[in-house]
C-alpha cells in the first residue's frame, strides 16, 4: 500500500481543524462572558456553534431579551476581521472585531434599562427602569482611537420612589469623537424630570460625568422624593452628580 506523503497528512489535519472550529459549541462563547464579566453575563440555554447560534442573555440574574442570535459573515476576513451580525428581541447590528479595533455598524438595538442600571450600587436605591435605544450608522474603537457617533436614547424612564410620576421622561446620551476620547453629552428629549450633562470616557481614564437634574415647571412636588435621594435642596434646585467610572 503506498504510504500518503506529508503533504497530504499536512492538508488532512488542517481540514479535520477547520472542521472541529467549525463545530465549537455555542456554549463555548458563554463561557469565555461569563469569565470576562466576572459571571455577571451569561448565555442561557445556547444553541448552535460560535459561527451561528443563539442564546438568552442575562445579566445579574435578569434577562436582557428573549434571545440574541449571531451570525458569523465570512466577508468580514477580507479586512482581517471577525464579523458578526447580531439580532436582538429588537433590532439588530453588525459587529466586527479586529486586532485592536472594535467596530460596531448599522445597529439599532433595544435593551430594558432596569438589569444595566442595577450594576451600579449607587443607582439601585432609585429602583430605575425604562427602555434602552441604542443606534449608530457607524462606532469604531480603532488602535485607541474614536469615530463615529453613536446615541443612547432612555425611553420611559420610572423610579420606583415616585411611582405616581410614570415615566419620568425620555433622555437621549450622545458619544462624539473628541481627540482620543469620546465625549458624553446628555440631554432631555421631554418629560418633567430634566437631565442634563456632559462627561468623557478614554480606555485608561474610564468614564467621568457631571449630571444635573431638576423638576420641570409644576412637578416639583411631584418629583420631591426622588430629588430628595440625590442631594438636598429646595424643590426647584437643581441636585448634581459626578461620576467616575473605571
Avoid: C, H
Avoid at 442561557?44 to 442575562?58: D, F, K, L
Avoid at 466577508?75 to 476581521?81: E, H, I, S, T, Y
Avoid at 480603532?142 to 436614547?153: F, R, T
Avoid at 425620555?170 to 442634563?196: C, I, K
Amino acid at each position: 500500500m503506498r504510504r500518503l506523503g506529508t503533504l497530504w497528512w499536512v492538508v488532512l489535519a488542517i481540514l479535520i481543524l477547520i472542521f472541529l472550529l467549525l463545530r465549537l459549541p455555542a456554549s463555548l462563547l458563554g463561557s469565555v462572558l461569563e469569565g470576562q464579566s466576572g459571571g455577571k453575563l451569561q448565555l442561557v440555554a445556547a444553541e448552535g456553534t460560535i459561527w451561528q447560534g443563539s442564546a438568552q442573555p442575562v445579566l445579574q440574574g435578569a434577562a436582557l431579551a428573549e434571545r440574541l442570535s449571531w451570525n458569523w459573515q465570512p466577508k468580514a476576513l477580507l479586512q482581517g476581521k471577525l464579523g458578526y451580525q447580531i439580532k436582538l428581541d429588537q433590532g439588530s447590528a453588525l459587529l466586527n472585531v479586529g486586532l485592536r479595533s472594535l467596530e460596531l455598524r448599522d445597529a439599532n438595538l433595544g435593551l430594558p434599562a432596569a438589569p444595566l442600571l442595577q450594576l451600579d450600587n449607587r443607582s439601585k436605591a432609585y429602583g430605575l427602569a425604562g427602555q434602552l435605544q441604542l443606534s449608530t450608522g457607524r462606532f469604531v474603537w480603532q488602535a485607541g482611537k474614536p469615530e463615529g457617533q453613536l446615541l443612547l436614547d432612555w425611553r420611559n424612564a420610572a423610579s420606583s420612589l415616585v411611582p405616581a410620576v410614570q415615566p419620568l421622561g425620555d433622555y437621549r446620551a450622545t458619544l462624539s469623537p473628541a481627540g482620543e476620547r469620546w465625549q458624553l453629552q446628555l440631554t432631555t428629549l421631554g418629560g418633567p424630570l430634566q437631565l442634563s450633562g456632559q462627561g468623557s470616557w478614554d480606555a485608561k481614564q474610564g468614564l467621568q460625568a457631571e449630571v444635573g437634574l431638576k423638576a420641570a415647571n409644576g412637578s416639583e412636588g411631584l418629583l420631591a422624593p426622588f430629588l430628595s435621594q440625590v442631594g438636598a435642596g429646595a424643590p426647584d434646585s437643581e441636585r448634581r452628580l459626578r461620576f467616575n467610572f473605571r
